[in-house]
């Protein structure tokens, strides 16, 4: 589960501050999809950015819990402490699939064994073992051996989500991964997102700005200047 207490985020604005996320408090519960929607602008990516760890809040808490691991609070970490959080518990996919141009789909996710740790041995071989389960459960098992400029877009982007998940994430962050996909193709990477989300227990928080993939989202929260809407379903996931 990953659960944002009382966020608060702000930017620099010329001689003031923008605030991006204002006293947002939601739960992304373990095994399900919680969508987050809202105009551009409205601080979903922010809101994102404050869950991955990848900026710190203002204010605020991000707790992170898991089966195998004691519960954190990602906002009270250093940088150092919250890049090892991200490397072992927290599988990133952005709107474009960020992979290595040089890489095989294969070699995306063996790299995710090389980012260090107390143990490398230990999680190379955990990573190594899993590689091939995931590229087939995101349906590209005759696709491994191929590199990026050979794959779709909707491929690259299941290579992408296989990537995130291969050191077993208690967290899933996904933002608008649908967003330089056709429908159809869309539709099938919203599916798997859920599928996966489901068989595999992670807590899943995802943004769309786009509410045709509806359907795909267990719960919705809906953000307007920052803040969770007051009609929308947040604090109520927790079931
Ligand atoms: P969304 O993803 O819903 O479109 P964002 O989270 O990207 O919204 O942005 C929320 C607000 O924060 C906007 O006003 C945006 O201009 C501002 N913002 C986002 N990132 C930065 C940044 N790195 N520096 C300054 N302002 C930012
Ligand atoms: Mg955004």
Redesign the pocket.
């Known amino acids: 589960m990953i659960e944002l207490q009382n966020v608060t985020?702000t930017?620099?604005?010329g001689d003031s501050r923008?605030?991006?996320?204002d006293n947002v408090t939601l739960t992304a519960p373990a095994g399900k999809v919680t969508g987050?929607t809202?105009?551009?602008?409205?601080?979903?990516?922010?809101?994102?950015?404050v869950a991955s760890t990848l900026?710190r809040p203002d204010s605020g808490s991000v707790l992170l819990s898991g089966p195998n691991h004691a519960t954190v609070d990602a906002a009270k970490l250093s940088l150092e402490e919250a890049a090892a959080l991200r490397r072992d518990r927290i599988g990133i996919v952005f709107q474009q699939s960020n992979l290595l141009p040089s890489l095989t789909a294969r070699e995306q996710l063996l790299v995710m064994a090389e980012l260090g740790g107390a143990d490398r041995r230990t999680r190379r071989a955990h990573i190594s073992g899993r590689v091939d389960e995931l590229l087939a459960a995101v349906g590209l098992a005759e696709h491994a051996n191929k590199r990026p400029h050979q794959l779709s877009g909707g491929q690259r982007q299941r290579v992408a989500i296989a990537r995130a998940l291969v050191q077993e994430p208690d967290a899933l962050l996904v933002?608008?991964p649908t967003s330089a996909l056709d429908q159809e193709r869309g539709a099938e990477i919203m599916q798997l997102i859920s599928d996966l989300t489901h068989e595999r227990g992670t807590a899943t928080l995802l943004?769309t700005?786009d509410l045709v993939h509806r359907g795909t989202l267990d719960e919705l929260v809906t953000?307007v200047d920052?803040r969770i809407a007051a009609d929308s379903m947040a604090g109520s996931a927790a079931a």
């Open positions: 985020l930017f620099p604005d923008v605030t991006a996320v987050i809202g105009p551009s602008g409205s601080g979903k990516s922010s809101i994102l950015a900026i933002d608008e943004v700005h953000v920052g």
